[in-house]
């Protein structure tokens, strides 16, 4: 620690994970869940991928921090099953993937969305972003609720 000629010490506000980030890959495409993956497990996260239709299940057995949602059906279909993964006990933060272009990501407009093939760079800053927001788990008077 130095300290600046106005008399501040400068600190370093470098956070470490104690663990890596859980991301649960969720789709049908196998390449693009293979690829990216593969390219997420470099950066150190630690990934799993399921179906579609077993994305609820894989998300709580894995304590998904993120969960990147491939979808081609329709904007509400894709808004259940975020809205479920969201009831959770322990919410993950979820991302839809999307194919098209930027107006089809707008179509999304109101749902986390991002490009399917987003370079990964910009792919991971947004997952950090998206666990960083993360929804506070539920407490038992709100489980009681559902």
């Not at 470099?42 to 579609?52: I, K, L």
């Not at 933060?93 to 969305?113: H, N, Y």
Request: glycine residues 2%; hydrophobic residues 40%.
């Amino acid at each position: 620690m130095t300290t600046s000629p106005t008399s501040q010490p400068d600190v370093d506000l470098t956070v470490h994970r104690l663990q890596p980030l859980r991301v649960l890959l969720s789709g049908r495409d196998r390449r693009f869940l293979r690829v990216t993956s593969f390219l997420l497990s470099q950066r150190g996260y630690e990934v799993h991928d399921t179906s579609p239709r077993k994305t609820l299940e894989a998300a709580e057995r894995t304590r998904a921090d993120v969960v990147l949602l491939e979808t081609d059906a329709s904007r509400a279909m894709a808004a259940r099953k975020v809205a479920a993964l969201q009831a959770l006990a322990v919410a993950p933060s979820v991302l839809v993937v999307v194919e098209g272009d930027d107006d089809e990501q707008e179509r999304w407009q109101g749902l986390p969305a991002v490009q399917k093939w987003t370079p990964i760079d910009a792919l991971v800053d947004l997952i950090e972003a998206a666990a960083r927001h993360r929804p506070a788990p539920l407490t038992e008077i709100e489980r009681a609720y559902l």
